[in-house]
């Protein structure tokens, strides 16, 4: 079970003012639902770091928002959009990164679009007897 933001900060005051361990904790708290395991890593944390990760304190996602604006046909501008490489061209992002938005984030699927030759209509009267 994962353990809370409250209750990591619970486990850090307590290992920080009385230091106690991870045994200890699971005797004193035997109700929460605490793990051996998932209280001996938040405590190797603590005592390698001295705090614990705040949430959001990861890299923003900016580029996210510059992807998006030219990945998809905005209502003014019809049939704008672009491909994956044109935007890690324009924006200096990593064609690889800019896949991974699209895939990951927004949820859409890059494809290249293949030329193909022309039929007369002698090929498709082949064709379609075939």
């Not at 998932?38 to 005592?47: A, G, T």
């Not at 001295?50 to 900016?62: A, E, W």
């Not at 890690?88 to 690889?96: C, F, K, V």
Request: hydrophobic fraction near 35%; include cysteine.
């Amino acid at each position: 079970m994962k353990i809370l933001q409250e209750d990591a900060i619970l486990i850090k005051n307590l290992y920080l003012s009385k230091q106690y361990g991870a045994r200890r904790l699971l005797s004193k708290f035997p109700n929460n639902g605490w793990k051996l395991g998932s209280n001996d890593s938040l405590l190797k944390k603590i005592r390698k770091r001295g705090i614990v990760r705040q949430p959001g304190s990861g890299r923003p996602h900016s580029a996210c928002m510059a992807v998006d604006d030219l990945v998809l046909s905005q209502k003014d501008k019809p049939n704008r959009h672009q491909s994956a490489r044109k935007i890690s061209h324009e924006t200096a992002i990593l064609h690889s990164s800019v896949h991974r938005i699209i895939h990951r984030d927004l949820q859409l699927k890059c494809f290249k679009r293949r030329c193909a030759q022309l039929m007369s209509e002698a090929n498709r009267i082949s064709h379609l007897t075939r």
